[in-house]
């Protein structure tokens, strides 16, 4: 499937620089955040590689794009302020293009963290693979009826799921799921996140029916 590089526009002004993958007929849509820009992460980055890589082939349009900062994406490292514009640029891009379909902000680690801190009424649910949850509790999800699924991997470094528990517990229509066998970088265990992503998506469908 032919991989579209494009240039997202943020509200402060900035060029990212992103790829796009739309297959012919897509039955949903979504974001894909990377992990966190001053740890070498990037739109390259395993987990997000993984779901570029493996959602268009199952119908999904995906979008990557590098945060400010990162490689050829204008601007500096933001704290996670500036970053959430970088979320919403990148929904501007696709979701024109994909209307009507389930849309989900999906990410991993710091781009978890930040995809769940976006409230876009454009956007159906979240996917959030190992966030770290460390944005001082400003999650704009935590209390959004729009439905949820966080996979916190059982052998995460920075986020075990026993201290995501006491945190994700009050959140609104949320479904968490613990990656057997995963540490944060799901290294082996990128096929459980593939797999937890459809399922969910696929739940939005049938939901609209």
Do not use: C
């Amino acid at each position: 499937m032919a991989i579209e590089r494009v240039t997202l526009k943020t509200a402060d002004g900035l060029a990212l620089e992103g790829e796009l993958a739309v297959p012919d007929e897509p039955w949903a849509a979504a974001v894909l955040a990377h992990p966190h820009p001053q740890y070498g992460g990037s739109m390259r980055s395993i987990v997000i590689s993984a779901l570029f890589a493996a959602l268009p082939d199952a119908g999904v349009a995906a979008l990557r794009f590098n945060f400010r900062g990162v490689e050829g994406s204008e601007g500096q490292f933001d704290d996670g302020h500036g970053e959430r514009n970088d979320v919403v640029a990148a929904v501007d891009a696709l979701h024109p293009i994909t209307e009507g379909l389930p849309f989900v902000l999906a990410g991993w680690s710091f781009g978890a963290d930040m995809s769940l801190s976006v409230d876009d009424e454009r956007a159906s649910a979240w996917f959030a693979v190992a966030p770290p949850l460390r944005s001082d509790g400003d999650y704009a999800a935590a209390t959004d009826p729009r439905p949820k699924l966080v996979a916190v991997p059982e052998h995460d470094q920075f986020r075990s799921p026993s201290s995501a528990k006491p945190i994700l517990d009050s959140w609104t229509n949320i479904r968490v799921e613990v990656v057997k066998g995963a540490d944060h970088f799901l290294v082996g265990r990128t096929d459980k996140a593939v797999e937890l992503f459809l399922d969910f998506a696929g739940t939005l469908t049938r939901q609209r029916e």
